[in-house]
């Protein structure tokens, strides 16, 4: 069983995504990609995750790039390289068996496994909310500065899954269950996901036998 998890930033996925990989007792993976693609390099953390969800301006004719350029820049050559490494890592994941794994476009790289995938959204005023009840101090960010800050990544996500696929970032065609955190506290939508998803994976066994 392999769960792929994306989410709108505020939306709570990661919350989501960590409590149900604990009900479902297979591995969580999030920022343990990044320090293993950091590790592997040499590269400073934030680095990592600063580009690991930016936008590609140019692109290589590799496994997992459809386009290229004559000349890259320094930056460009790392983005490539840390979504290369990431592949690798993914693949690995998903190799030892069941895992949950938020964000990376996990549900596009692991495509041939098989995964459940799940979209996590809320409305901007529910995100607002839950952004302001987890900010750091340190951070000192008006609402305004957080609006942004959301759509400056939400944006950037959509952008860089452009480097995987044309299949659209949020559209509910593209994912098998999409679950709107607005209005219900997490903890008390992982029951329901938990019965969900195992629904779907016996379904899904039952038809192979059947075939």
């Not at 529910?126 to 340190?138: F, G, I, P, T």
């Not at 990544?153 to 044309?166: G, L």
């Amino acid at each position: 069983m392999i769960i792929t998890i994306s989410r709108e930033f505020g939306s709570g996925g990661r919350e989501l995504g960590k409590r149900l990989s604990e009900a479902l007792e297979i591995p969580y993976y999030d920022h343990e990609i990044i320090k293993l693609i950091a590790k592997e390099h040499g590269f400073d953390e934030q680095y990592v995750n600063h580009l690991s969800e930016k936008r590609i301006q140019a692109f290589y004719s590799c496994t997992i790039g459809r386009r290229f350029t004559t000349t890259p820049d320094y930056v460009t050559q790392q983005k490539v390289k840390i979504a290369v490494e990431k592949q690798k890592i993914l693949e690995n994941f998903a190799r030892q068996g069941d895992c949950l794994i938020i964000g990376r476009c996990a549900d596009i790289i692991l495509k041939e496994y098989q995964p459940f995938n799940v979209f996590v959204y809320a409305d901007k005023m529910a995100k607002l909310k839950r952004c302001l009840e987890r900010a750091d101090e340190k951070e000192n960010m008006n609402e305004k500065e957080i609006l942004r800050m959301m759509r400056k990544i939400d944006k950037e996500r959509a952008e860089y899954r452009t480097f995987y696929t044309d299949i659209k970032w949020g559209r509910k065609e593209n994912y098998h269950l999409c679950v709107n955190t607005f209005g219900v506290e997490i903890k008390d939508l992982i029951v329901p996901l938990y019965t969900y998803i195992r629904a779907w994976h016996q379904a899904k066994a039952n038809n192979c036998s059947d075939n």
